[in-house]
């Protein structure tokens, strides 16, 4: 019976001893995983602030070059004095580009794009079927009731006043409604006054 219990506890010590040995295995390649995911995302970052840098560089030399020749337009020598005087034909060449380029930037401030806008939306929507409906007539308010129209009178049985009620136009419903809301009742029929 002790030689059984030694075997089981060897056993079992056993089984624990490879348990542990597997687990260090897998922490050792998770680790090494880890590693190996910080070095490539590190190398990224440090490739993305490389070409930062580079386009701030780009930026500032692109900004020194446009600031210099707003100062000078007829450009710098390598050295960076000041270039010498062009021929007169070239100066003229200038001048005419500026004139066109201060014409273009007239004509482009004096163009009205709504205008162009609005005839281009309208054909898009005509071709989708729309149309353009100039018959329509904002609503009116009047306060004339009743002059023209036939006086509802008090009808002798129910029946008679859901007969004449369901005969009346929606014009006269719509100014009878507008007496009860005025709370103008007198030229109303009771059932409708007092409701």
Do not use: C, W
């Not at 030694?6 to 680790?31: P, W």
């Not at 490739?47 to 780009?58: G, H, R």
């Not at 900004?63 to 000041?82: R, W």
């Not at 205008?115 to 308010?141: C, H, I, T, W, Y």
Request: net charge negative.
């Amino acid at each position: 019976m002790s030689d059984e219990i030694l075997n089981r506890i060897e056993k079992h010590m056993e089984g624990t001893q490879l348990g542990l040995a597997a687990l260090s295995e897998v922490l050792q390649k998770m680790d090494a995983r880890i590693e190996a995911e910080d070095d490539a995302s590190y190398e990224i970052a440090k490739e993305e602030e490389a070409q930062l840098e580079k386009e701030e560089l780009i930026h500032d030399i692109a900004k020194a070059v446009l600031i210099e020749l707003a100062e000078n337009p007829l450009g710098m020598d390598v050295d960076g004095t000041e270039a010498m005087h062009e021929e007169e034909d070239e100066k003229d060449e200038v001048k005419k580009l500026y004139k066109q380029i201060s014409s273009l930037q007239k004509q482009i401030e004096s163009l009205d794009i709504s205008k162009a806008v609005k005839d281009e939306s309208e054909n898009r929507l005509r071709k989708m079927g729309f149309k353009e409906e100039n018959g329509l007539q904002k609503p009116e308010l009047s306060n004339v009731f009743g002059a023209d129209e036939t006086p509802i009178k008090k009808a002798q049985t129910v029946n008679d006043v859901v007969d004449q009620l369901t005969n009346l136009s929606y014009k006269e419903l719509r100014k009878m409604q507008e007496f009860k809301r005025q709370g103008l009742t007198e030229n109303l029929p009771d059932e409708i006054a007092n409701l």
